[in-house]
């Protein structure tokens, strides 16, 4: 689980973050959109404990961020929007060594299954990294949250790049790590592939929550006036068929 609550951060005299409060429950999905500078980067960042907040309480599984830094990043696996593996080694290479670097210890066929489970061809295992598409490189990046049991994914923008059959690719791997229990948050763009996934879908604006909506029984063209009213200030959503989360603000 993640909890962030009353979560600010501001650079210099700009308030990047105000008062975020998010509760993404183990076995959800949650996706965070919003427009370029909404706070969602530093959302991640303050989660990651790559920076610190000014105030309010970070807890992942059960653990505070600043109290136990070490061991609340053991449960922790961030996919960043490219993932930077070694370009030599080839997918089984680079997840033997990446669990060597993380300090543990798995054999080579816990490495076989959590390639064989994001659909990675077996073709390709062989191959050097350099010649991967995108969507290649990040089926070895959730390998390997797969070989660490992670139990709270990080995404920042998956899906941008990648083609319409990937993206059903990547829809699907999330969502079987959703089932099996993991805690995920999603910054996008993608109100499409947020709509697939997500069980609570959060709208940003200049560091603030606007919306937190339950995704059921919310059609698309639903979210993208939510989206619009929220981002823009200009469109009425029609929220007959939206639940909105407590933490609605
Ligand atoms: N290290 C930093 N120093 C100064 N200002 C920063 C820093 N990081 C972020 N900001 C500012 O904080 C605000 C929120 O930025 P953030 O990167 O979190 O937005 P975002 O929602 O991720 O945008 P994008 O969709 O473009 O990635 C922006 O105004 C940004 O300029």
């Given at each position: 689980m993640i909890e962030m609550n009353n979560v600010s951060k501001s650079?210099?005299?700009?308030?990047?973050?105000?008062?975020?409060?998010?509760?993404?429950?183990?076995?959800?999905?949650?996706?965070?959109?919003?427009?370029?500078?909404?706070?969602?980067?530093?959302?991640?960042?303050?989660?990651?404990?790559?920076?610190?907040?000014?105030?309010?309480?970070?807890?992942?599984?059960?653990?505070?961020?600043?109290?136990?830094?070490?061991?609340?990043?053991?449960?922790?696996?961030?996919?960043?929007?490219?993932?930077?593996?070694?370009?030599?080694?080839?997918?089984?290479?680079?997840?033997?060594?990446?669990?060597?670097?993380?300090?543990?210890?798995?054999?080579?066929?816990?490495?076989?299954?959590?390639?064989?489970?994001?659909?990675?061809?077996?073709?390709?295992?062989?191959?050097?990294?350099?010649?991967?598409?995108?969507?290649?490189r990040q089926k070895v990046g959730i390998a390997f949250a797969i070989v660490r049991g992670a139990k709270v994914l990080l995404l920042d923008e998956p899906t941008s790049g990648l083609d319409p059959s990937a993206t059903l690719e990547f829809i699907r791997i999330i969502e079987t790590l959703a089932a099996r229990g993991a805690a995920i948050l999603m910054v996008t763009h993608d109100l499409y592939c947020a709509h697939c996934l997500s069980d609570q879908i959060g709208i940003m604006k200049q560091g603030q929550l606007k919306a937190l909506l339950v995704n059921q029984n919310l059609s698309l063209e639903n979210l993208e006036a939510h989206y619009h009213q929220h981002i823009n200030d200009h469109v009425t959503a029609t929220a007959d068929s939206v639940s909105l989360a407590p933490q609605l603000v």
């Open positions: 650079f210099g005299a700009h308030k990047a973050l105000d008062a975020l409060s998010l509760t993404v429950p183990s076995g959800q999905v949650t996706c965070l959109l919003g427009a370029n500078g909404a706070g969602k980067s530093t959302t991640l960042n303050l989660l990651l404990n790559f920076i610190e907040p000014d105030s309010g309480e970070i807890i992942i599984d059960g653990l505070n961020v600043q109290e136990e830094p070490e061991r609340s990043k053991q449960a922790l696996f961030y996919l960043p929007e490219q993932v930077n593996l070694y370009e030599e080694f080839n997918a089984l290479e680079n997840l033997s060594y990446l669990a060597k670097l993380s300090g543990d210890a798995v054999t080579e066929q816990t490495i076989r299954d959590a390639l064989t489970e994001t659909g990675l061809q077996q073709s390709a295992w062989l191959e050097p990294l350099s010649s991967y598409s995108k969507g290649m």
